[in-house]
């Protein structure tokens, strides 16, 4: 019915002819088209078989398809050679059972997919389920957002409300106080009462109800798939873990809602403003695996940066050692001569016009924010970093650009999987790393 209803309406008024294998649905369809206002239907009587009986092959071309194990009959109603594919339905002709593609039941030369294509067939099914999931996305939709607070041995036998100043230090007594009168702190689901004298091992939550969240970037890439690991693409600005403001607007929510019934985990972190190659797993093994390598220093990561101003030469490093905690006023590292080792070698791949240049970095240790920190050291600081940038005069590039974000993509990662072969992962170059 949808396909007649496809027709063009100018059809209406002129001679159909419709003919089938054996006529059967011709004269379904013939009445139907009648209905829908079709006012001359022919069909084919008895179809094609029944041509056959009484014209031969006379103005018919080829073999005619028929409903069982024949496949298809000759104009003089004998079998043909024609075999047809179980798994996509195709039928083959002699030259296409001799092909190697053939392997049947599974396919043929017109459903072969090669392990790439296959690939790639099962990762625009992930991202489809994975988008269709993400709009709207997950957290601007008002909820109930449970902040869990596990009490430690040091906190074991005080008053509830003694712990979760203690944990909180940003929010007051009075606040917890009305927190709790209103039932909005609770173990194992049962609100707790003010008097309540906490354990340790206690998983206490605070639940905030009407929670929203900041929009975020929600394309997604999958780069590549297998039983045990994944590897996206991270757009930005997107958060991976739950943080401050953010809980179901992470990395990390999104990829259960793709791969729904499993405890995928993220096996190390982007800043939210970086894009780029991220690595998560299916399974324990694979992340033990992975984590051994980044703390063996195994793992070879390559970001792409372009920064203001352009390096002297060609190649160059930093090796100044980085703070390993945060400042009290920003929350940002810096360079400390007392702080941990850091090594990070630069590769100059272009200088634009604009006074910018694209920069390869390689860092050797993984330090947080090391790359970030290490060129605003050497006077290159990262485009749209406001955090390790300076007062660099305004570009071509940021005029041109209103948002143009965190110039900072992992771009390359390399790693041994489970069968020892050495693997590497590339997220494609965003726009800004483009060469002209």
């Not at 194992?188 to 929203?212: C, M, N, Q, S, Y």
């Not at 990395?251 to 403003?273: C, K, N, P, T, W």
């Not at 051994?292 to 030469?313: D, M, T």
Request: net charge negative; proline share 7%; with cysteine.
């Amino acid at each position: 019915p949808e396909a007649v209803d496809r027709l063009p309406a100018e059809l209406r008024e002129k001679p159909l002819v419709m003919f089938c294998t054996g006529g059967i649905r011709c004269e379904k369809a013939g009445p139907l088209m009648e209905q829908k206002g079709f006012r001359n239907v022919f069909q084919l009587d008895g179809g094609i078989l029944k041509y056959f009986e009484e014209c031969g092959g006379v103005h018919y071309r080829g073999d005619c398809f028929v409903f069982d194990k024949r496949v298809a009959v000759d104009p003089n109603l004998n079998e043909t050679d024609a075999e047809q594919c179980f798994a996509c339905q195709a039928i083959l002709s002699v030259v296409d059972q001799q092909s190697e593609k053939y392997v049947p039941p599974h396919t043929c030369p017109h459903c072969f997919r090669t392990p790439e294509q296959k690939m790639q067939d099962s990762l625009r099914v992930r991202e489809s389920i994975l988008q269709s999931k993400l709009d709207p996305l997950p957290g601007s939709v008002p909820y109930v957002n449970r902040r869990p607070m596990t009490v430690s041995l040091k906190h074991e036998g005080v008053p509830l409300i003694e712990f979760l100043v203690s944990v909180n230090a940003r929010l007051d007594r009075e606040f917890w106080g009305r927190e709790i009168e209103q039932q909005n702190v609770v173990y194992k689901d049962t609100p707790l009462a003010l008097d309540t004298i906490v354990r340790a091992g206690w998983r206490v939550e605070h639940l905030v109800a009407h929670t929203t969240e900041p929009d975020v970037a929600s394309n997604v890439e999958i780069l590549y798939e297998d039983d045990g690991l994944i590897a996206v693409n991270k757009p930005a600005p997107l958060p991976m873990h739950p943080c401050g403001r953010f809980n179901r607007n992470t990395l990390q929510h999104f990829m259960r809602l793709a791969y729904e019934g499993e405890q995928v985990r993220i096996l190390h972190r982007l800043d939210a403003s970086t894009t780029g190659v991220v690595l998560l797993a299916r399974k324990r093994v694979v992340a033990a695996s992975i984590h051994a390598q980044f703390a063996s220093g195994e793992i070879e990561k390559v970001y792409l940066a372009r920064v203001h101003g352009q390096p002297s030469n060609k190649t160059f490093f930093c090796d100044s050692p980085i703070s390993g905690e945060p400042s009290e006023v920003g929350g940002l590292r810096k360079i400390d001569s007392a702080g941990r080792h850091a090594l990070t070698e630069f590769e100059a791949v272009h200088r634009f016009a604009d006074g910018t240049s694209l920069v390869k970095c390689f860092p050797k240790t993984g330090r947080t924010n090391q790359i970030r920190i290490h060129l605003a050291y050497l006077k290159l600081p990262i485009l749209g970093d406001e955090g390790y940038g300076c007062d660099a005069a305004a570009s071509t590039l940021e005029t041109e650009s209103p948002s143009m974000g965190l110039h900072l993509h992992a771009s390359e990662i390399r790693f041994t999987d489970l069968s020892g072969d050495r693997k590497s992962i590339l997220a494609p170059a965003p726009a800004w790393a483009k060469i002209p």
